[in-house]
């Protein structure tokens, strides 16, 4: 679906769009202290994000991938997933979108809840998050890999 300024895409993702996601998200992990992405040791699943999630979109901008999301089916759940968006694309409603992409399709596989985990130190994400009806849980988890990642827990119970 190309957008009214002619140069930005949100479309489903191909595997070929991989260096791009890898970028896209090593760059955003940049941003906080003590993220770190080895894709090959811990998300081998990124060389291949249309083939490995049941569905995988990319937000495109003048050919870079400058954004995306996921989500994996599991009824009568939807698990939210790989939500990123380049800072310069932050601000403008575009995390929004691509959460509301994740939310169109689960709704459209007849799914009644959408749960996500977000890093801790995903502050900004949160509050989207939050502001589109995601209730954070009071548990986290411990992923006990390269960035000590620990994670909230999301959750929002769709229309039915």
Not at 1 to 19: F, I, K
Request: charged content about 30%; overall charge negative; glycine content about 6%.
């Amino acid at each position: 679906m190309e957008m009214p300024d002619g140069r930005t895409a949100l479309r489903v993702a191909r595997d070929e769009d991989s260096a791009g996601v890898i970028a896209l998200i090593a760059a955003v992990f940049d941003e906080y202290d003590g993220c770190v992405l080895d894709v090959d040791l811990e998300e081998p699943e990124l060389r291949a994000p249309a083939s490995t999630y049941d569905r995988f979109w990319v937000l495109e901008d003048c050919g870079n991938i400058v954004g995306c999301s996921a989500c994996s089916v599991r009824p009568p759940l939807v698990e939210m997933k790989k939500i990123y968006l380049a800072a310069s694309h932050r601000g403008q409603g575009w995390g929004r979108r691509l959460i509301e992409l994740v939310e169109q399709e689960a709704r459209s596989l007849g799914a009644l809840r959408i749960e996500a985990w977000s890093d801790t130190r995903f502050v900004t994400a949160h509050a989207v998050y939050e502001k589109m009806g995601y209730k954070r849980g009071s548990h986290t988890r411990f992923l006990h890999d390269l960035s000590h990642t620990e994670e909230f827990f999301f959750a929002k119970n769709l229309d039915a």
